[in-house]
């Protein structure tokens, strides 16, 4: 038999998709530790002790442990590597000394808590979905839910001191709350740091998108140290943080999420002609010019101010603001029209679209999101032309995206 065969001898046709999944898995991760291992003793070959002998050598395996992983629950053993001297130690950056449980799995836990799955039905549900190898205990999820609490609370108190961020992305995501009246609503704030990285600034329960919750989020940003707002802010219309970010950083400039507008908007037409509106609301802010854009906008409160004027008043109320992008670096449009950063990372989980039954206490949400941020933080993507961000934090002038000759 091929020494490679994933299935030890057992017929394809009498295994579940599941056994496969988790066989092929096995098989993989075993592969790669075994090259990983294999290139960690070829980097030491050089190593040798007073007799002359390789001083980092293979020597057998460790004693076989399982890990959780979204294929199921698979057996694995370590190559045991040997320092004769003592001196070095190889550690699998695939499978680390203590691992249990992949992180997509700790990603997986806040996800189904947030779509109303309670802690004593995760067993079942992770069997059902996973397999049965991935059963999952109640007192491992609460276990986990308090780890995750203390590390939310250490997050929270951070130092921010010399913290400058040249973008805020800000937004309210609403969820249901099985041991309380009112939905909880989860504000957050997502930054562009000097170096172009996105990263969360702020999370925490308000009561729903009041300018009091926002302020309140932003005094408590200021006692850690950040003593500057962004130098743009982008998000809804609709939320209290405007009036909050004028009282406490009243310097940063305001854009409209234009995803946000273009749904409020075409929410008041007839669908006949959504996608006419759609394309023309497109032509002005994809406008490589603010004059040109200004145009298009003109052109559609032409076209429809008479027969829909409620459309047409959402779109013109928040002209000035949904073209404050024109005034930064072209570059950065693609970034900063949207709250895409906040959008594409609760696209999932967003119950403003989406019913479940409820995911426990307002606090609990806070933390779960928290969770589910900090993963998602890990794959979000850089600023483009982060070079053009220095010039943005100290207040240089563009025009239609090009930097003025002036600064």
Not at 79 to 93: L, N, Q
Not at 246 to 255: H, T
């Amino acid at each position: 038999m091929n020494k490679d065969n994933i299935f030890e001898g057992e017929k394809l046709s009498e295994m579940s998709v599941q056994e496969v999944c988790r066989a092929g898995a096995q098989m993989l991760l075993k592969k790669a530790i075994a090259e990983e291992a294999m290139r960690f003793l070829e980097s030491k070959k050089e190593l040798r002790d007073t007799s002359g002998r390789r001083r980092i050598v293979l020597n057998g395996y460790l004693p076989e442990r399982e890990i959780v992983t979204a294929a199921g629950r698979i057996r694995i053993k370590m190559p045991r590597i040997r320092d004769r001297k003592g001196d070095v130690e190889f550690t699998s950056t695939l499978i680390p000394k203590y691992l249990r449980r992949t992180k997509e799995m700790d990603e997986f836990i806040p996800f189904l808590y947030l779509k109303g799955i309670s802690t004593g039905d995760f067993s079942e549900v992770l069997t059902n979905l996973l397999g049965q190898e991935a059963e999952m205990s109640a007192s491992t999820v609460v276990r986990l839910k308090e780890v995750w609490g203390r590390e939310h609370e250490e997050w929270r108190q951070r130092d921010l001191s010399g913290k400058k961020y040249a973008y805020w992305w800000v937004d309210g995501i609403y969820f249901n709350n099985r041991l309380e009246d009112e939905r909880s609503c989860i504000l957050v704030i997502v930054g562009a740091e000097e170096g172009g990285k996105k990263e969360l600034v702020a999370v925490s329960a308000g009561h729903r998108e009041s300018e009091l919750s926002w302020r309140e989020i932003m005094m408590e940003l200021k006692q850690r140290g950040l003593k500057e707002g962004p130098g743009l802010a982008i998000g809804d219309g609709s939320l209290g943080f405007w009036l909050a970010k004028d009282k406490e950083y009243p310097k940063a400039r305001d854009q409209r999420c234009w995803v946000h507008k273009t749904a409020n908007v075409l929410d008041k037409m007839p669908k006949s002609v959504q996608k006419q509106a759609k394309k023309m609301i497109q032509d002005i802010y994809m406008a490589d010019k603010k004059v040109l854009a200004e145009a298009a906008f003109d052109v559609f409160i032409s076209l429809y101010e008479d027969k829909y004027p409620k459309a047409v008043a959402c779109l013109a109320k928040d002209r000035n603001a949904l073209m404050t992008f024109y005034d930064f670096p072209a570059a950065h449009w693609r970034h900063i029209r949207t709250t895409n950063p906040i959008e594409s990372t609760f696209a999932t989980v967003r119950l403003r679209t989406m019913k479940t039954k409820g995911c426990g206490t307002a606090k609990a949400t806070e933390m779960m999101v928290f969770k589910l941020v900090q993963s998602a933080e890990k794959r979000w993507q850089r600023i483009h032309c982060s070079k053009l961000i220095p010039l943005v934090l100290a207040g240089a002038h563009f025009i239609d995206g090009e930097l003025s000759k002036a600064a």
